[in-house]
């Protein structure tokens, strides 16, 4: 089981920033992918940003140019940098990680439909 502690969301205006800490325990040591998910009021569960272990990464298309996913493997943590934050980003997110044979595509697409582990997630709330 991979215990997953979400941290860094809060409120901001358009156009700030936040930097998001999704920090892992118990996490596979071969062939897996982590990433960042949101899910706001009323909606579906979406992908923002993936990461994989052959460090291919992959964007949801309305983050792209915006975002920034990165690891520290020394410290099992995956951060997500959002800039430019608009008030449609305002969602609780999510992260998740798995042992998989999926690359950082597949596992965007897919892993918003899959049970799994999930962390509490972390607020984020854009205002105009």
């Known amino acids: 089981q991979v215990l997953l502690l979400e941290s860094g969301g809060g409120s901001v205006q358009t156009g700030g920033s936040l930097r998001l800490s999704c920090k892992f325990a118990?996490?596979?040591?071969?062939?897996?992918?982590t990433g960042w998910f949101r899910q706001a009021p009323g909606k579906e569960r979406e992908g923002v940003a993936a990461?994989?272990?052959?460090?291919?990464?992959r964007y949801a298309d309305s983050v792209k140019d915006r975002f920034t996913i990165s690891r520290d493997s020394a410290t099992n943590t995956v951060y997500l940098q959002m800039n430019n934050l608009k008030p449609e980003d305002t969602a609780m997110y999510l992260c998740?990680?798995?042992?998989?044979?999926?690359?950082?595509?597949?596992?965007?697409?897919?892993?918003?439909?899959?049970?799994?582990?999930w962390g509490r997630g972390t607020q984020v709330t854009v205002s105009s």
């Open positions: 998740a990680a798995d042992r998989t044979t999926m690359g950082a595509v597949e596992y965007l697409r897919l892993r918003p439909s899959i049970e799994g582990d």
């Open positions: 990461i994989d272990s052959d460090g291919r990464i």
């Open positions: 118990g996490f596979p040591k071969d062939s897996w992918s």
